[in-house]
């Protein structure tokens, strides 16, 4: 089958060159056809950049958890806080808050953290495969660290830690003494934190690079630079899908376009509860003594991830629409929590490779969209996957497969349904 712009078909055209859509492309490649992923940019050049590259089967959390509301209001007032809201008058922020608020209920948090700790563990599998295929890509095994430095923290983490068990996934509880031992470069006044033994970490940028590259090999045209701006519809179809770079039509369209999905879909009449969640990150040159293990700074919400020549801290999140400007008060917070948890680390002495912003695509229950729209039959979702959609990229590139060549999902897909919000 050939790829026809303007005159004839494609069997699969994916929207968006993030680690969604290129896990999409891979994935969907082993069926055959005609593929073409199409980018408005470079691929990984949105969200699946520089972010902290942690893939989470042991710390699959929801951002919605029973005690975030009181927290965010205070965190409100302080903008050096992790959760931050621009007050504006948005209504598609104001139901998304409305369903988040929903989401924080005890009983609905912990469904959702279940579902995504089975997404999460589905997803560390496929990683060891695609890397046992020799695609090569930086991928380290060592687990993660939650690091908390007062006992208020330690206490609420040892609650996760308890649930964690209870969904089999495998957790250490360490005191001052084992967390100091597992990771020598924390400061001595640490309370102590968990160990996610199955967790691990990769450079996103590089692992979408290196897909792409394979699902090349397999045939998947990818065409970066090409905007989609508008759609032809025809009943219960997409005809044609307009870019920058002319007229495409398809029998499937998946849209994995990330934070811009929401308002993608505006064309289309479908109402996606997709915000953009602004996150920053620090990336410096590796100093000869520092962590090796990737952390999560408990109070401060910091990830810390070595990679292979950089030391990367990131965190913040800041609810503020497409707006990709860079707040440095927000930024100084990142760089200010690195010492109070690591001994000899001061930022003003490393040297900075890249600072860097992207936008998370966050559903209100953390769960992403995906599956097929009731309004259109040849339209496949994919977004959504807030705060885990490293983690979480190969499983829902295997799944979209699967439903794109009509085949039973690995996984129960019900809890990702689009229309979940009505
Ligand atoms: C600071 C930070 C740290 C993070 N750390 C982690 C982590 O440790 N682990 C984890 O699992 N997740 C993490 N995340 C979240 C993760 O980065 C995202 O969930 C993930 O990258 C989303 O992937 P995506 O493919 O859906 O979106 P994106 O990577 O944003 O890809 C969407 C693509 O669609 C393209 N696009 C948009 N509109 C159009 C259009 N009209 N036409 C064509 N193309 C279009 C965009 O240019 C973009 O490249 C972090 C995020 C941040 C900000």
């Known amino acids: 089958m050939k790829s026809n712009f303007k005159t004839g078909k494609t069997d699969v055209l994916i929207i968006g060159g993030g680690i969604i859509g290129v896990c999409t492309a891979y994935y969907s490649a082993r069926y055959g056809g005609n593929i073409v992923l199409i980018e408005k940019d470079n691929l990984a050049s949105g969200c699946s950049d520089a972010n902290a590259g942690l893939i989470v089967p042991g710390h699959s959390m929801p951002l919605a958890t029973p005690g975030i509301i009181a927290k965010g209001i205070r965190w409100l007032l302080n903008p050096e806080s992790p959760f931050y809201i621009k007050p504006r008058f948005d209504l598609d922020l104001f139901l998304w808050l409305w369903e988040f608020r929903r989401a924080c209920q005890e009983k609905r948090m912990f469904k959702s953290m279940a579902y995504l700790c089975e997404l999460n563990s589905a997803s560390r599998i496929l990683f ?32 996760e830690a308890k649930i964690k068990e209870k969904l089999n996934i495998p957790v250490n509880i360490l005191d001052r003494e084992k967390i100091l031992e597992r990771e020598p470069t924390l400061k001595n006044d640490i309370a102590g934190g968990l160990f996610f033994p199955q967790d691990a970490h990769i450079d996103c940028q590089q692992f979408v690079q290196a897909i792409a590259e394979r699902a090349k090999a397999e045939g ?21 899908v307009i870019t920058t770079k002319g007229d495409i039509e398809a029998d499937q369209i998946v849209l ?21 969640a602004k996150g920053y990150s620090l990336s410096y040159k590796k100093p000869e003594t520092g962590p090796t293990i990737p952390m999560i700074l408990a109070e401060t919400k910091v990830a810390v991830t070595p990679l292979a020549d950089t030391l990367r801290f990131g965190g913040t999140l800041e609810l503020a629409g497409l707006d990709m400007s860079i707040s440095q008060r927000r930024v100084e917070a990142i760089k200010k929590a690195i010492p109070i948890y690591l001994k000899d680390i001061k930022p003003q002495n490393l040297e900075l490779i890249k600072l860097w912003r992207g936008l998370r695509p966050c559903s209100p229950d953390g769960i992403p969209f995906v599956g097929r729209t009731k309004k259109y039959n040849n339209l496949v979702i994919a977004c959504g996957h807030s705060m885990q959609g490293v983690s979480l990229g190969p499983v829902t590139g295997k799944i979209v497969a699967q439903i794109l060549a009509g085949e039973m999902p690995l996984i129960d897909i019900t809890p990702m349904a689009i229309e979940r919000y009505g």
């Open 128 to 159: 060891d495969e695609l890397a046992g295929e020799g695609i090569n890509f930086f991928f380290e095994r060592k687990g993660l660290l939650i690091v908390c430095r007062t006992k208020a923290t330690l206490e609420a983490a040892i609650e």
């Open 220 to 240: 998947v045209k990818i065409m970066p630079q090409t905007e989609v701006i508008a759609w032809e519809k025809e009943n219960k179809k997409i005809k044609k």
């Open 256 to 276: 994995a376009a990330g934070a811009w999905s929401s308002s993608l879909v505006k064309g289309l009449g479908l109402k996606l509860l997709v915000q953009p």
